[in-house]
Structure formats: C-alpha cells, structure tokens
Nanobody, 111 residues
Framework: QVQLVQSGGGLVQPGGSLRLSCTDS????????MGWYRQAPGKQRELVATKTTGGITNYADSVKGRFTISRAKNTVYLEMSSLKLEDTAVYYC???????WGQGTQVTVSS
C-alpha cells in the first residue's frame, strides 16, 4: 500500500526558495523511480523532476537549474529556488509512472 506523506510548501515571494519533503511509510522508494509532479490552476498535471533508484535525475525544462530532486532513505525532497510566479501549483510526489495520488502540497509564489 502506497502511503506518501508530504510536507513543506507555502507562500513565497518571487526569487525565494522552498523545500518539499515526501516520506514513504511503505517501501516504494526503494523499488521505483520517484518523481515530483505539479498541477497549476486550469492546467494538466505535469512531471517536474524524477530520480531513479540508481540516482539518475531528470527535470522539466521549465525548472532546470532551479529545482533539485534528492532522495535519502525513505524520503524524497524537492529543493526549489529562484521561484517564479508560474511555479505556483499543487505539488505531488509519486512514483514514476504514478500510482495512487495523494492530496499534494500547495506552493504559491506571489509578491
């Protein structure tokens, strides 16, 4: 059973930084590629970053150089810096390909 608990997020000004965390109470992190996704208002959910069990990372072009995905034991992190207004979205962690979706974490970039 997939049980992912997210933390972090919130309101930040443009140019600011945030870190999201996602803890797995099961065991999917050790088996699957993990990813961070986001869904902005009125838009489809998109894949933002992934990291394989072997450590290979991939990023959407829109976040390259600004976001960093990392994983340690049963937690996956998304470090976000130089945040832009268009980064505002609900962020989700999940396996890649995704399994059951959780509630996500709101990130709002606003001045």
């Amino acid at each position: 059973q997939v049980q992912l608990v997210q933390s972090g997020g919130g309101l930040v000004q443009p140019g600011g930084s945030l870190r999201l965390s996602c803890t797995d109470s099961g065991s999917i992190f050790s088996i699957y590629t993990m990813g961070w996704y986001r869904q902005a208002p009125g838009k489809q959910r998109e894949l933002v970053a992934t990291k394989t069990t072997g450590g290979i990372t991939n990023y959407a072009d829109s976040v390259k150089g600004r976001f960093t995905i990392s994983r340690a034991k049963n937690t996956v992190y998304l470090e976000m810096s130089s945040l832009k207004l268009e980064d505002t979205a609900v962020y989700y962690c999940n396996a890649n390909p995704p399994m059951t979706w959780g509630q996500g974490t709101q990130v709002t970039v606003s001045s």
